[in-house]
Each structure stands twice: as C-alpha cells, then as structure tokens.
C-alpha cells in the first residue's frame, strides 16, 4: 500500500504494518495478547495516518452499544413535577455509567406499551435497562422477562427465578422507625400519607407503619391512611391535609412517603393552622437534598438515592457481562430535625 494513500479502515493500517486485522483491533484495544512492540508499532502508524477507530461498527460487530436505556414513563399532563429522590439517583446512576464507559439513553414509554423493548433492543441501541418500580406495569416485566432482556429494577425485589436484578430500599424498616418515633415522641393519632397505593413501596412502609403501631397496642385507624399522586405533591398534600381535617381533626402527625409529599403537607397544615411541630409532627421519606431546608427543617427516613443509583448501574453491567444477577438493599435511617 502507498505511503502517501489515505487510511480509513483496520484493513488499511494492517497491510502498512504486515499483520491481520485482528492484531491491529487487539493492539488498538490495548489487548494483553499483542506484544509491546508490535503494539506500538501499529498504534505509531494510526497516529502517523490520523486513523480511529469506528466505534458505532466496532460495537455493532461486537452486538454491544454500551449505552443502558433508563425508561421513564409519559403521563398525559404537564403539571407533574420530577421526583427529586429519582433525579438524585439519575446522577448515581450517571456517574457509575461514566465511569465504566457507558452512555446513558433516556427511554420514555407509555405505561401499556411493550414495543419498545424489542425497538430498542433488538436494534442494538442499548445492552440493557434500568427501571424504577413505583411506575413499571405487569406487562414491562413480563416482556421483558420473556425477552431475556438484560435489566434491573429499583424498588420491586424479584420472586425466586424472576430472571432480573433489583435494588431496593428497606420501607418496611424505613415506614417502622419513624412511626415509632411519633410514638416515643408522644404522638398517638398518626396520619399515612402515603404514594401510589398499589406501589410496592407504598405498600411496605405502610406494613411498617402498621408493625409499630401493633407493637404500640394501637390499631390502624383507617380515617388516618390516604393516598396521594408523587407527580403532583403540592396539590397531593394539600388535598390530604383537606381530608384528614375532615374526617379525623384530631390528629397529631404524619407520617409521608416522600420529603416532597411532606413539605406539602406543612405548607397546607401552616395554611390551616396547625403549627408543625407544636401540633402536628411530620415525617418524610428519602431525605433529598432541599428536606434540611424548609421551615421547619424536615425530619426523614434517609434512603442513599446516589448510591442506589450506582448499584443499579453496576449491578445491570455486571449482568450484562457475566450473566450474573444481584439483589440488593440499601438501609433505611431516620434523620431528625425540626419538624418531628
């Protein structure tokens, strides 16, 4: 080949340096099995030539984009507000992904599709996915399940050989212990606010919240359990707040299944009259990063939305590498500040 010939492929570099291209693909991938010098001899040639490496073909060749799609789902109206414990565990989940070489696809579904698990990946645009629990459908896991498709999931431990990853927080620790802190702190008529009620979190924390109060001698008062959107905490709270003064004015605190769920609920108590935490306590959940900062500050139940974001991740690699599947949990920790 001419000296003066431009070079655009691996074929090209390996007639100027008399090797395969597979010596040249291993060299340019700092392989172990191409001797040193060979390697730097062949790296001197792409450098001399200005050559890359075709990273889209080389990953097709390979069946791997090493990009993971995280899916979100659309909802029908533009009120909703993002969750500030998912967006601290997108930078989790970001970082861990960075740091192994990964891209990060944002995948938005409607909550009855399933076209876009082989859209996505039977086109070879992503290894894998990452899902969040609280808004993923029956029908998401069984096609994706059916479809051997590599992901893992926050917020829903599988079923023994379900065939998928999960991360998770400890909601039934996280719903016991503050529960039980209204109750050592002499609350006795303590209000669920909870999320979504089919949630699979929701429905721990609420088990939690019920365990104290049994092992208190209290039953659960059903005027004191309510459910409320997580897209639309303002609102949520406020009407929450609405009904509890309705059906049970006598309550002394909350317990909400999100800070944001929480900080509303102040802001409608103070509108009502109630002093928090003179009159009613309130306890969140998650301790995102703006619960230190409202008036009063906000007591919480701390899950590490960082460090669930990089279990994800590197759980999902991981299976997307070697096969192997991890289910994992991350503590609950009651956090207290002024408003309990």
Request: proline residues 5%; negative net charge.
């Amino acid at each position: 080949m001419n000296a003066n010939a431009k070079v655009h492929t691996i074929a090209d570099i390996a007639r100027l340096a008399g090797v395969s291209k597979s010596t040249v693909s291993r060299a340019l991938n700092d392989s172990p099995l191409i001797g040193a010098e060979t390697k730097e001899h062949i790296r001197a040639l792409a450098r001399e030539h200005r050559f890359r490496m075709n990273v889209p073909a080389r990953r097709l060749s390979l069946k791997q984009s090493h990009a993971v799609g995280l899916v979100s789902y659309a909802y029908t109206s533009n009120s909703a507000v993002p969750d500030a414990f998912m967006l601290e565990m997108l930078g989790g989940i970001s970082t861990a992904l960075h740091a192994n070489d990964y891209d990060l696809l944002m995948i938005q579904v409607s909550p009855s599709d399933t076209d876009w698990v082989p859209r996505y990946l039977e086109s070879g645009r992503v290894d894998g996915f990452i899902l969040l629990g609280a808004m993923c459908t029956r029908p998401h896991l069984d096609t994706l399940v059916a479809a051997k498709a590599p992901f893992v999931i926050w917020g829903i431990p599988p079923g023994g050989g379900a065939g998928y990853g999960s991360v998770t927080g400890d909601s039934i620790t996280g719903g016991r212990i503050a529960t039980e802190h209204l109750l050592r702190t002499g609350r006795s008529r303590i209000a669920f606010l909870g999320g979504p009620a089919k949630a699979h979190e929701v429905q721990d924390r609420l088990q939690g919240y019920r365990d104290a109060l049994h092992a208190s001698g209290l039953d659960v008062d059903p005027s004191l359990v309510i459910h409320a959107s997580w897209q639309h905490p303002e609102a949520s709270s406020a009407n929450a707040v609405q009904q509890l003064l309705e059906r049970a004015p006598d309550f002394d605190a909350i317990f909400a299944n999100s800070d944001l769920l929480a900080i509303g609920a102040i802001d409608a108590l103070r509108v009502a009259g109630r002093r928090v935490p003179d009159d009613v306590a309130v306890i969140g959940y998650d301790d995102v990063s703006v619960a230190r900062y409202c008036d009063p500050p906000l007591t919480t139940v701390r899950q590490d939305g960082p460090l669930a974001g990089r279990l994800l991740a590197e759980n999902l690699i991981q299976h997307i590498q070697t096969g192997v599947l991890t289910n994992v949990s991350i503590p609950a920790e009651l956090v207290l500040r002024g408003s309990a």
